[in-house]
């Protein structure tokens, strides 16, 4: 077949579309990254980064994607043998899971309904049977990226607290921060950890972790081994983030995304999101008449705004669908994670989007679904456009 023509439809959940003025931004020669107007810019994006995250604690970075984060999280907190408190969400929890145990960290998990998300009822029973306070650390993902569901941090720090556990929370927000509200210190998060290439419309190469005041006293007793990562060091230089070389470009992609959710204004970006989400999920309501898809997350209060989860009907292939869209329209979707391949596609709606490129990936899978002759109720592309009105 030959490459379709237009402009793609890029339409996955990460990485998400780069706007054209950060590629401008970035569009820059090398540069010495201890000229004191290079660390000044560093200074000013951390500082303007907490405002996002809802913290005023420290924010570490490094050159990496959101995998280094998760493991900065790990190897600044723990020591080996401690034990943590996983709360099952799907694909993400599970890869968490695994890096702590390949560290030598015991994870004892949370079992979850995974189109449903834990209920913190379970959460605090287990923090009640744990009378000794071995669990070091509740870890959650605020928002699964492989099924669509969301977690409420508020809800897990209260379940922490009526259990009068004290255990650190630890929050993975990679794919919901600058798509749906986060707020880190009023929420009771001691960690959260996050990165480049979803949210901030940025290239994939930067992550961080931000740490509160009981992170970093934990960080001073925590002897797992680590150097790139370590806070300590990061401390010592004078961009407090980077063990070796900054990722000079990096950080004027991170200023002009800053320049352009700030003139959007935080607020507004969170509605549009919750505007193109139920958008989707209008679509996929229409869809799943007639024995069609449906949306994964069965509960409309953790549906995600930035990523939809679509379960096929039985019998038809989620990658035969996605390799249409993409292969005929030129529409570039999510697939379906771990145990979900090949059983949902995904539809990302975070990042640098509007409602015609929305529309326009709607009805790309609309017709995806006639061309293949997957049952589907008609209309979803009305009934996005419905919603929208
Ligand atoms: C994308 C993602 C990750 C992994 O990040 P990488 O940048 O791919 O290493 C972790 N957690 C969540 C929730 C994600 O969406």
Redesign the pocket.
């Given at each position: 077949m030959p490459k379709p023509r237009g402009r793609q439809f890029f339409a996955n959940p990460?990485p998400t579309n780069i706007p054209d003025s950060i590629l401008r931004a970035i569009d820059r020669p090398a540069q010495d990254f201890m000229e004191e107007a290079f660390i000044a810019l560093v200074r000013d994006c951390t500082a303007r980064l907490k405002r996002i995250l809802g913290t005023s604690g420290e924010v570490f970075m490094m050159a990496s994607?959101?995998?280094g984060a998760w493991e900065a999280s790990l190897v600044n907190l723990f020591s080996p043998g401690d034990r943590l408190l996983m709360l099952e969400s799907g694909y993400?929890s599970e890869s968490w899971t695994e890096m702590a145990r390949k560290f030598g960290l015991e994870v004892e998990t949370v079992a979850a309904d995974r189109r449903r998300g834990v209920d913190p009822a379970a959460v605090e029973a287990a923090l009640r049977a744990d009378a000794a306070h071995a669990l070091k650390a509740v870890c959650l993902?605020h928002?699964?990226?492989s099924t669509g569901v969301t977690v409420p941090p508020a809800a897990i720090r209260a379940a922490i607290d009526a259990a009068r556990h004290p255990a650190l929370l630890l929050a993975?927000t990679?794919?919901s921060l600058g798509s749906m509200p986060f707020r880190m210190d009023e929420w009771g998060i001691d960690l959260a950890v996050g990165?480049s290439?979803?949210g901030l419309m940025l290239p994939?190469g930067m992550?961080f972790t931000a740490v509160g005041a009981k992170g970093m006293e934990a960080h001073r007793r925590a002897r797992l081994p680590r150097h790139y990562m370590d806070w300590s060091v990061m401390m010592t230089r004078p961009h407090r983030s980077f063990v070796g070389t900054v990722p000079t470009q990096m950080f004027h992609g991170l200023a002009e995304a800053l320049r352009l959710i700030e003139e959007e204004g935080l607020e507004a970006v969170f509605a549009r999101h919750a505007r193109l989400g139920g958008a989707v999920r209008a679509a996929v309501r229409a869809w799943s008449g007639n024995q069609g898809p449906q949306i994964y997350c069965v509960d409309p209060q953790r549906q995600s705004n930035s990523v939809t989860a679509i379960l096929m009907p039985d019998g038809h292939d989620a990658e035969a669908l996605r390799r249409h869209a993409a292969g005929r329209y030129n529409v570039s979707l999510g697939g379906g994670l771990g145990a979900l391949g090949g059983r949902v596609f995904r539809i990302g709606h975070l990042g640098d989007l509007n409602e015609p490129m929305v529309l326009g990936t709607l009805g790309a899978v609309e017709m995806s679904l006639r061309d293949l002759g997957i049952p589907h109720g008609r209309g979803g592309v009305q009934a996005a456009m419905d919603a929208l009105a």
């Open positions: 990460g994607s959101g995998h993400f993902v928002n699964e990226t993975d990679i794919s990165g290439q979803k994939t992550a």
